[in-house]
């Protein structure tokens, strides 16, 4: 026997189905009431569930036929707007939504606000239904305005201003994300010193790109007041380089890559990126080369059982051209450790460059056997999101720091 086709027509007909059991439930409540109802006449009680039920069944109706508007018109044209009925537009609403229905969601949502009948509550919780169908509806603006909206009436909006959060970090606005996390540590429970930090960082990179040293260090400071992340002493480090600070420098590389030994890869990486329009260009790179050749001459036992400092020194011994020392490097690591992916990969070029074949297929066998294969550099801890780009907040789960790197086939 085969069930697809009910599988099929239960996905085609999921509204038909809410709006029968939204009848039903109305029914529900009538039958329930009636026998409690005190207030209301037994007589008008009774029109007011036929009215109901008829605009209901007519939805249902036009459900049925696939004419989801008219279905939609029947809907809203309920008469009476108690409890039960509010709460089916809101229901109604929702479905919309996740339905993908954006514009008919909203259409039911305005039509709540617009009512006079209702009550304040009622109209602060439409707007915020609202908000939420522009910000599925990808209409990021009116979002915006809208969840702006809610606040005014009430500011104590946790979820509301979560959201205005994460739609400023994802546009970037640093300024309006960093007002808004601001208010959200008065209002929720949880801290967001290391979230604002990592804001900060991102508003003193700007600067910093933009040759703005001054401003972007003091942007800095205020970062470390909030948190000291590992982009804002990325950051500081980056400064210092450009200031012509090195001892200060070797200072706190040693003390990131003592503190974050797996995000050593990372660092390298984002010194290495530096606008090439500034004047202070050609300083800065000759000045990032000693510091490289500080890092080369650590010889901390701690330090060098991290895979991600081993690999960066690698990588660096390799620019250099010493692949001698690349390959001695590799080969204590190898005896020592050997349990990365990504160092043995190093391991096997490096051995395949100096001819020494035979082990270079010894190692890729057994590295054959063990491989988790993938297809990008970086992955996000928390959600598994991959990219091959560095991301300080996961563009998935909106995470901060939660990178990891990998070996890319
Ligand atoms: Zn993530």
Redesign the pocket.
Known sequence: MDYTFLLTWGKDNALTVAAVLITLFLIYHYVIERDKGVKLSKKYRHSIFEAQSRIFLNATQYLISGNKDLAIKEFLSAVDLNRETIDTYFALGGLFRSNGEIEKAISIHRSLIARESISESTRLQALKELALDFDKGGFIDKAIETYKDVLRINRDQQDVITNLCRIYEDIEDWDQAYNYRIMLSKVGPQNQSETISHILVQKAKTLFENGQYKACAEELEDAFRFAPSVSAKILRLRLYIVMGKMEDANGLLLELLKEHPMYATFIFVSLDGFNKKLPERAEYFERLDKLKHYFLGLDDVDLMGAPSVVLSKIRLLKDLKKTDEAMSLLDGWMKGHGQSDVLKVEYIKILIEVGRVEEALFHTRTLLETLHSSLTRHY??????NSDDIFWR??????WE?IQFRWKV
């Open positions: 996000c801890s928390q959600c598994g999101y996961c563009p998935q789960c909106h995470s939660t």
